[in-house]
């Protein structure tokens, strides 16, 4: 179905595609190499980290980010880690596939991510061990919330930053800044995009080391010289084998320096790209009625991926859809405000139930705030939305 308002619509225009073509042009190597490590460090310095990774996708970097936490110690087998219920599939399940014991809770009131008062009541009656803190379409948890809380109960922290790439928290410093290792994505309609990919930031260089290991078989190719030496104090090499030492079981989560150059040039327009979608989510905010609630702001700077609109009711939230579909404005209900209710995680832990996570669940819905739309575009949006019956 066309829509005359999708939900998505790429960042990678028409120029970046010429940029793109000249570059093709001089035949370059496409698989990952030094420009891969150029979009690494750009992106890096970008968000504010020491060290970024670039991998095939958000859901990889979710999944390579909670291994290496486990390769690293920081995380046993069967250790109990804080899980949001308003999230994405693979901020979860990474943690069901490597043994870990997810522990779900409620969503905050106001932001939709973490209920940090329950986390903290938990963690005061069970050992938690760590947490991951998802940053709900592009606006941020509260950055006070996660270093007090990371402080008090010496939790190890990921921060799922996928769908609020450009989000900065109150004091101005980008999120993906406050937790051991930070996650986004670049897939296609997402704030950047490199057609598909994604990115793991930490300024740890041990959790570093592992993961540049881990994102390409787990072998010592990808390895600093300095690296390598302080490995041979603990690890056994044949040196014969030159670099392909396989010191850790991995994975192949290499992206290509092809997405790698898109994605060089997605950080020049980045801050103009953000903007736009800052501004028209907060042209939604504020010009609809009061029929309608969303994420509180709290001094943050969101920059949605889509806005969350939250109906009156379960039945209104039908009666929009079904107006807003015969209008030609692309949405979607906000089915991940519970992960909890979905079979993925129903059918191993029971049905969440949580009282914010089902208000999301049943009564929130999702529309563009890509940048090219226009303040008209908006009106036109909202003033279907509002003619809707309750």
């Not at 073509?21 to 460090?41: S, Y």
């Not at 030492?245 to 290499?254: D, H, M, S, V």
């Not at 992206?255 to 903007?275: C, H, M, N, P, W």
Request: hydrophobic share 35%; glycine share 8%; proline share 3%.
């Amino acid at each position: 179905m066309n829509f005359k308002y999708p939900l998505a619509n790429s960042p990678i225009d028409k120029e970046d595609i010429d940029y793109l073509i000249q570059w093709l042009k001089t035949n370059p190597r496409l698989t990952m190499g030094a420009i891969t490590q150029d979009f690494e460090k750009k992106w890096a310095d970008f968000i504010g980290t020491t060290k970024a990774i670039f991998v095939n996708s958000g859901s990889s970097a979710n999944l390579l980010m909670v291994y290496c936490a486990i390769a690293n110690g920081n995380l046993l087998v069967g250790d109990k880690v804080i899980v949001p219920s308003c999230g994405w599939v693979t901020s979860v399940s990474p943690l069901i596939q490597f043994g870990l014991e997810p522990v779900m809770v409620d969503a905050d009131k106001d932001d939709y991510g973490v209920n940090f008062e329950e986390v903290d009541k938990i963690c005061e009656d069970s050992h938690i061990k760590g947490i991951i803190i998802v940053h709900p379409l592009g606006v941020p948890v509260n950055k006070e919330k996660i270093l007090r809380l990371k402080a008090k109960h010496k939790l190890f922290v990921m921060e799922d930053c996928c769908a609020s790439v450009g989000a900065k928290f109150g004091d101005g410093k980008n999120i993906g800044t406050v937790g051991d290792m930070s996650s986004y994505s670049f897939y296609f309609g997402h704030q950047l995009s490199t057609i598909e990919g994604g990115m793991i930031n930490t300024s740890n260089l041990l959790l570093y080391d592992k993961l540049l290991a881990l994102r390409s078989h787990g072998w010592t190719k990808d390895l600093s010289s300095d690296s390598i030496n302080d490995l041979k104090k603990s690890v056994k090499f044949d040196l014969e084998n030159g670099p392909f030492n396989f010191i850790y079981p991995g994975f192949n989560f290499r992206s290509t320096d092809l997405q790698a150059y898109i994605g060089l040039r997605q950080i020049d327009k980045a801050d103009e790209v953000f903007k736009g979608r800052n501004k028209n989510h907060m042209f939604y905010v504020n010009n609809m009625s009061d029929k309608f609630s969303f994420q509180k702001i709290n001094n943050c700077w969101p920059v949605s991926l889509h806005i969350g609109i939250m109906a009156s009711s379960h039945d209104h939230r039908k009666n929009i859809i079904k107006e807003l579909n015969k209008n030609g404005i692309e949405n979607r209900v906000w089915s991940h405000g519970n992960l909890g209710r979905h079979y993925f995680w129903s059918s191993r832990y029971g049905e969440f139930q949580g009282k914010v996570a089902n208000n999301i669940y049943e009564r929130c819905f999702i529309l563009p705030t890509y940048p090219e739309l226009r303040v008209s575009d908006i009106e036109n949006i909202i003033n279907v939305c509002e003619k809707a019956s309750f």
